[in-house]
């Protein structure tokens, strides 16, 4: 029998565990989508207790602590630390087949090299520990996180308005090697049928000094935020759409007629007035193909985050606002807007490279076989099939992109895994994945599937850890 979580944990080959310990596990990590907090990185933050940087703005464990029944109080309400810590232990045991329960020991093991498993009866003497560690050692501050898990980039996530003034402090600093990358998410410009839209655009202008009475206004003051966040080293944007949005003018123009039509449509949203769902549509088409225009000009990487629907507890959200999670997995139809919207960015010259994402696995047949329709020679895996993301980002999701990628693809292209998260405590979810990719290629090998000549197998899991990310975001 196997011991919990050992140094081969998820390794069932001989060569699985050669690729690992000999090759995955030396590659920098390249997190090129999170939602880190720049001011927090600037300031190398040090963190008071496990709770804080454990538990803070991570609804993955808010939801699991949720379904155990525990109060609010003990997840984003006023309890204590300590509290919230033992709510969480209490959770723990109850997490078996869920990746969190692998998570949570990989933290404890990787950065406090605590092997004991989480549950309310060890809970006080881990608590104890892991604060020591985190009041004395300089290896859990901010920056020495990023040292130890070797973080060779980090994309974080920021609005246009954003001043990106942490970005700067950065930079200036100049204390760590680790690249802090705005990325750049114009979501609430773009969601002109939500409520705050006007509001939203006042703040832009506010923020850019530039009044936006116009579509054209918008244009120029999106394109000149472009320009700042490159500046400061942006190489990705980001969008979060339920759906991919697709719809012309009326009659079907794509011209100075279908801006027109936008440009009233805008007007009417300054306004305060209703935005019907073909109004807001055109209006977003036209919005994503000016911007992916100025992306490929730029270089940069466009993501699409498909198949989220939001805040689906009215009281939770009224509460607790969003991302606090309520979100859960939509099911639209999703191929023919979206071969539509590539295909019009294709016919203007203006589609960038482009990473898709569907939180929903059902789509990863429609994404791996329409990305294929726009594969261009700027680069190889020019549209990407987006690592298996949120709800999915589990062994068994992580292995299902994988293998359909390979079907569909070329999988030695894919630029790997991200967290998406919060916390600072999330690198060993590179770990997690880099285990299971080794496992999926060394299994391959040892089944005759594929060669097992290391030279080949060596390369495929360096690329796919970390070196395909490194020119697909710098090239």
């Given at each position: 029998?196997?011991?919990?979580?050992?140094?081969?944990?998820?390794?069932?080959?001989?060569?699985?565990?050669?690729?690992?310990?000999?090759?995955?596990?030396?590659?920098?990590?390249?997190?090129?989508?999170?939602?880190?907090?720049?001011?927090?990185?600037?300031?190398?933050?040090?963190?008071?207790?496990?709770?804080?940087?454990?538990?803070?703005?991570?609804?993955?464990?808010?939801?699991?602590?949720?379904?155990?029944?525990?109060?609010?109080?003990?997840?984003?309400?006023?309890?204590?630390?300590?509290?919230?810590?033992?709510?969480?232990?209490?959770?723990?045991?109850?997490?078996?087949?869920n990746p969190l329960y692998h998570w949570t020991h990989l933290e404890l093991q990787r950065y406090f090299n605590i092997h004991e498993?989480?549950?309310?009866?060890?809970?006080?003497?881990?608590?104890?520990?892991?604060?020591?560690?985190?009041?004395?050692?300089?290896?859990?501050?901010?920056?020495?996180?990023?040292?130890?898990?070797?973080?060779?980039?980090?994309?974080?996530?920021?609005?246009?308005?954003?001043?990106?003034?942490?970005?700067?402090?950065?930079?200036?600093?100049?204390?760590?090697?680790?690249?802090?990358?705005?990325?750049?998410?114009?979501?609430?410009?773009?969601?002109?049928?939500?409520?705050?839209?006007?509001?939203?655009?006042?703040?832009?202008?506010?923020?850019?000094?530039?009044?936006?009475?116009?579509?054209?206004?918008?244009?120029?003051?999106?394109?000149?935020?472009?320009?700042?966040?490159?500046?400061?080293?942006?190489?990705?944007?980001?969008?979060?759409?339920?759906?991919?949005?697709?719809?012309?003018?009326?009659?079907?123009?794509?011209?100075?007629?279908?801006?027109?039509?936008?440009?009233?449509?805008?007007?009417?949203?300054?306004?305060?007035?209703?935005?019907?769902?073909?109004?807001?549509?055109?209006?977003?088409?036209?919005?994503?193909?000016?911007?992916?225009?100025?992306?490929?000009?730029?270089?940069?990487?466009?993501?699409?985050?498909?198949?989220?629907?939001?805040?689906?507890?009215?009281?939770?959200?009224?509460?607790?606002?969003?991302?606090?999670?309520?979100?859960?997995?939509?099911?639209?139809?999703?191929?023919?807007?979206?071969?539509?919207?590539?295909?019009?960015?294709?016919?203007?010259?203006?589609?960038?490279?482009?990473?898709?994402?569907?939180?929903?696995?059902k789509d990863y047949y429609v994404l791996g076989t329409l990305m294929g329709c726009f594969q261009g020679d700027e680069i190889p895996?020019?549209?990407?099939?987006?690592?298996?993301?949120?709800?999915?980002?589990?062994?068994?999701?992580?292995?299902?992109?994988?293998?359909?990628?390979?079907?569909?693809?070329?999988?030695?292209?894919?630029?790997?895994?991200?967290?998406?998260?919060?916390?600072?405590?999330?690198?060993?979810?590179?770990?997690?994945?880099?285990?299971?990719?080794?496992?999926?290629?060394?299994?391959?090998?040892?089944?005759?599937?594929?060669?097992?000549?290391?030279?080949?197998?060596?390369?495929?899991?360096?690329?796919?850890?970390?070196?395909?990310?490194?020119?697909?975001?710098?090239?």
């Amino acid at each position: 029998m196997k011991p919990f979580m050992d140094k081969d944990f998820l390794l069932t080959t001989e060569t699985s565990r050669r690729l690992y310990h000999e090759v995955a596990v030396h590659q920098p990590i390249f997190d090129y989508h999170c939602h880190l907090n720049p001011r927090e990185i600037a300031e190398n933050k040090r963190f008071t207790n496990l709770a804080e940087v454990w538990l803070g703005g991570d609804h993955y464990k808010w939801r699991a602590m949720r379904s155990n029944g525990i109060p609010e109080t003990y997840i984003t309400g006023s309890a204590e630390a300590y509290d919230k810590f033992l709510a969480w232990a209490r959770t723990v045991p109850y997490l078996v087949g869920n990746p969190l329960y692998h998570w949570t020991h990989l933290e404890l093991q990787r950065y406090f090299n605590i092997h004991e498993v989480l549950n309310e009866e060890t809970a006080p003497l881990i608590w104890k520990e892991a604060n020591r560690q985190l009041a004395e050692r300089s290896e859990l501050s901010v920056h020495g996180i990023f040292k130890q898990f070797n973080v060779f980039a980090v994309g974080t996530t920021d609005d246009p308005a954003d001043s990106l003034e942490w970005h700067k402090a950065i930079g200036k600093a100049q204390d760590t090697e680790t690249k802090v990358l705005p990325s750049f998410r114009p979501d609430k410009a773009l969601n002109i049928h939500l409520a705050g839209f006007a509001e939203y655009i006042r703040k832009l202008s506010d923020a850019t000094k530039k009044p936006i009475k116009s579509i054209l206004d918008l244009r120029e003051v999106l394109s000149d935020r472009i320009t700042y966040f490159n500046s400061l080293g942006c190489r990705a944007s980001d969008h979060a759409l339920e759906y991919p949005p697709f719809a012309v003018a009326e009659n079907g123009a794509t011209g100075a007629e279908w801006e027109r039509e936008v440009n009233q449509v805008f007007t009417k949203a300054l306004n305060g007035n209703p935005i019907s769902q073909q109004e807001a549509d055109s209006y977003r088409t036209y919005l994503l193909l000016f911007l992916a225009g100025e992306y490929k000009r730029n270089g940069w990487a466009m993501q699409l985050h498909l198949a989220a629907i939001r805040n689906n507890n009215a009281v939770k959200f009224d509460s607790l606002g969003p991302d606090t999670g309520f979100d859960a997995v939509h099911d639209h139809h999703i191929a023919a807007n979206l071969s539509k919207l590539l295909d019009l960015m294709e016919s203007r010259k203006a589609l960038p490279k482009t990473i898709l994402y569907s939180l929903n696995p059902k789509d990863y047949y429609v994404l791996g076989t329409l990305m294929g329709c726009f594969q261009g020679d700027e680069i190889p895996g020019k549209i990407q099939l987006g690592s298996a993301w949120w709800f999915c980002d589990h062994r068994d999701g992580m292995e299902e992109q994988m293998k359909i990628l390979g079907n569909l693809g070329l999988l030695p292209r894919f630029i790997g895994m991200l967290t998406d998260s919060r916390s600072f405590l999330s690198y060993p979810r590179h770990e997690y994945f880099r285990r299971i990719l080794c496992n999926l290629i060394g299994s391959w090998a040892e089944a005759g599937e594929i060669p097992n000549e290391p030279s080949l197998l060596d390369r495929i899991v360096a690329d796919i850890s970390f070196r395909n990310a490194e020119r697909y975001f710098s090239a």
